[in-house]
């Protein structure tokens, strides 16, 4: 137990980061807490715009940075080297290569163009899943995410038909259309729950 408290009274941080005292009008905002589910990367990114007015004022960053950590991460920085840390560049890039293996890699745009319809499976379904891979892949491939929709839509599909006599033009377009035909899709199931009810 001692041991552990002494460990707590070391600090990464430098003389001249320890020895700093924050502005004195600084009011810290509320930040995300990093529990290593997610990607540090991210976590650095969302923590950095929260006190963007701050964000060259290397001692503020590095002293209020421990305070968007969650406890299973506040043991690996409680167990940092005592003083080895001088700019908040060094202590970002030290948090992102020990949580490295928890970074979201973009999905290449191949699975996109790999998606299609399953049997049976609702436009709902099938939109949400495909607009999710769409999320997951970096770069901007707005017209790529167009052609291949309606192609990944079985022959004779009413939205595919749509898509083929009147082209969407950007994507806010198609999901417009999608949304249209998610509408009647929904109304012809309960009209068939209806029909199923009727004795």
């Not at 650095?44 to 421990?66: A, D, T």
């Not at 999710?132 to 491939?141: A, D, Q, R, T």
């Not at 004779?156 to 969407?168: F, M, V």
């Amino acid at each position: 137990m001692s041991r552990a408290l002494d460990q707590l009274s070391k600090s990464p941080f430098t003389c001249h980061i320890k020895g700093a005292t924050l502005p004195r009008r600084f009011q810290q905002p509320t930040f995300s807490i990093y529990n290593i589910k997610t990607d540090p990367v991210e976590h650095v990114s969302q923590f950095n715009q929260r006190i963007p007015v701050h964000s060259k004022n290397e001692v503020l960053m590095c002293k209020i940075f421990p305070s968007s950590l969650g406890p299973v991460v506040m043991r690996w920085f409680n167990g940092l080297k005592t003083d080895s840390i001088d700019l908040y560049k060094q202590l970002t890039q030290a948090f992102g290569s020990r949580f490295v293996t928890n970074s979201i890699t973009p999905r290449p745009l191949s699975v996109l163009l790999s998606l299609s319809m399953h049997d049976g499976e609702t436009l709902k379904a099938y939109s949400g899943r495909y607009w999710e891979v769409y999320n997951e892949v970096e770069g901007n491939f707005d017209d790529v995410a167009i052609s291949t929709f309606k192609n990944s839509l079985p022959t004779g599909h009413g939205l595919k038909k749509s898509l083929t006599g009147k082209p969407a033009t950007s994507v806010y377009q198609l999901i417009d259309q999608i949304d249209k035909y998610k509408r009647v899709e929904e109304d012809q199931l309960q009209g068939r729950g209806k029909e199923k009810t009727i004795p």
